[in-house]
């Protein structure tokens, strides 16, 4: 049981390159979120993700997309990759219950990707 | 807008000591809060999660506290290890919104 994995680990991209981030957890779970995390600030929400086929924005959105063609795979797209978006990268997933319990849950955090865009 | 902060930003103390860790929240209106730990290189691990209902929460040397009206929630660590060193972040999912606002966090140094 891996629980969250993330790959790559580390990457260098120049601008306007593009890349793709994979997420996957094992643990069969049903919501899924991409963060990226900044010195200095908290963890800030990128996209999510209720179930196969389905994404959401969270609060920065803007220069990434997003896919969940598999329940167990969440990918994290930059089209043209700038300067701003040099960042740690966090995936993370929880069950997904139904109801009040749905805020209840823990989420479970892969180790993160380290980007730098020159 | 709702915002979670952690002063201080960094904290070195020695081992042994009892020490708190700070976490303020701008609404009061909140479902739950939760404190997780990060290590270098590593993913962010749960540690206590305290609903709005709940005074505090305990797991071993941890001890979560939750005063809503004030806006606060402290994490003492009892009788702290160089093992305890690692960034410790508060997050907090107010009534408002599903998703957890989250604090930068306070980078926590135990020196043997």
């Known amino acids: 049981n891996a629980g969250v994995t993330q790959t790559p680990k580390f990457r260098v991209l120049k601008t306007g390159q593009s890349m793709t981030l994979l997420c996957a957890q094992d643990m069969n779970h049903e919501y899924m979120y991409w963060y990226r995390q900044d010195p200095g600030m908290g963890l800030r929400l990128i996209h999510y993700?209720?179930?196969?086929?389905?994404?959401a924005k969270g609060e920065v959105p803007d220069g990434y997309n997003v896919s969940r063609l598999k329940k167990q795979n969440f990918l994290l797209g930059l089209e043209s990759a700038a300067p701003s978006q040099t960042s740690v990268y966090f995936c993370?997933?929880?069950?997904?219950?139904?109801?009040?319990?749905?805020?209840?849950?823990?989420?479970?955090f892969g180790p993160g990707t380290r980007l730098l865009v020159l | 807008k709702q915002e979670v902060t952690q002063i201080p930003a960094a904290l070195s103390v020695p081992e042994g000591e009892n020490l708190v860790l700070n976490c303020s929240f701008t609404?009061?209106?909140?479902?739950?809060l939760q404190w997780f730990r990060q290590d270098p290189g590593k993913g962010l691990t749960s540690l206590l999660l305290?609903?709005?209902s709940q005074r505090e929460q305990t797991s071993g040397r941890l001890n979560a506290s939750l005063d809503k009206s004030s806006g606060r929630s402290t994490l003492y660590i009892a009788a702290s290890q160089p093992g305890d060193s690692a960034t410790y972040l508060c997050a907090v999912r107010f009534d408002s919104n599903y998703q957890l606002i989250w604090g930068a966090g306070t980078k926590l140094i135990i020196k043997p």
């Open positions: 993370a997933s929880t069950r997904g219950l139904s109801g009040s319990l749905r805020h209840q849950e823990t989420q479970y």
């Open positions: 609404d009061s209106a909140i479902y739950n």
């Open positions: 305290i609903q709005s």
């Open positions: 993700s209720v179930g196969e086929g389905t994404t």
